[in-house]
């Protein structure tokens, strides 16, 4: 029997949220998906490297950063910044303790690739975050006295964070949806929590713009290289 008529007896029908391509050529479909991750990691490694080369001297990065962050701090109100603490929290605190619940139900059900894959991405990104911060020791806006804060500005991470620990969360929960809607507007949801979690960073005067940008590009690097690695191992597994 030949090599793909065996792997077709093996593969389970197309499911009405999966492509018939993707039925028919599993491998081919994984690893497309793999060298677009990589292709977008490569892409924002290449804007955290920019804007890393920028903080030295008085470029138009650091004038910009100088001058959103007066602005924010003329027109910030303590309305707007509980707001903004709230939403911060729901960035860091509140997004740890989910991923943790998470961990535990896939550790319940035995799912411990999905359970590995998720430690991984978070410890991971937050050891990552803190040897860049070393790395570049940045100085926080002047405002920042008024939160208390620790650590280097660059890169941010609030923003690092939600975007590996809300992306990662979307992508697993994505996966269960059977409808195609659905998993759009998860994708967005995620989308606009991480949005809004890095504006409260520079609302709140604890991080520059380009901090949160920064941020941003280096959780998309940890992140789409962990999801890459992830399904390079189903696509050995499929290939078996």
Request: glycine share 8%; charged share 15%.
């Amino acid at each position: 029997m030949p090599f793909q008529t065996r792997m077709l007896h093996r593969i389970p029908g197309p499911r009405p949220w999966t492509s018939r391509f993707a039925w028919l050529h599993p491998k081919v479909y994984l690893i497309i998906h793999i060298i677009l991750g990589l292709l977008v990691s490569a892409s924002c490694a290449w804007l955290f490297y920019r804007l890393a080369d920028a903080l030295d001297g008085n470029g138009r990065m650091v004038r910009l950063d100088h001058r959103v962050a007066h602005w924010v701090d003329l027109h910030n109100t303590q309305f707007g910044e509980r707001i903004a603490l709230a939403i911060s929290f729901v960035g860091h605190q509140f997004l740890w303790g989910l991923i943790a619940v998470v961990v535990v139900a896939y550790l319940i059900r035995r799912e411990w690739p999905r359970a590995f894959l998720l430690v991984v991405v978070a410890v991971g990104g937050a050891v990552l975050n803190s040897q860049m911060k070393v790395r570049f020791h940045r100085g926080r806006p002047i405002f920042a006295a008024a939160f208390s804060t620790d650590g280097s500005s660059f890169p941010s991470g609030h923003a690092m964070g939600a975007f590996i620990g809300y992306g990662i969360l979307a992508y697993l929960i994505a996966a269960h949806v059977h409808h195609a809607r659905s998993r759009v507007a998860i994708y967005w949801s995620a989308a606009l929590i991480i949005l809004l979690v890095g504006l409260t960073r520079v609302y709140l005067d604890v991080h520059f713009l380009s901090d949160v940008v920064a941020g941003f590009a280096a959780g998309a690097v940890w992140l789409f290289v962990c999801i890459s690695a992830f399904r390079f191992a189903h696509l050995n597994r499929v290939g078996e």
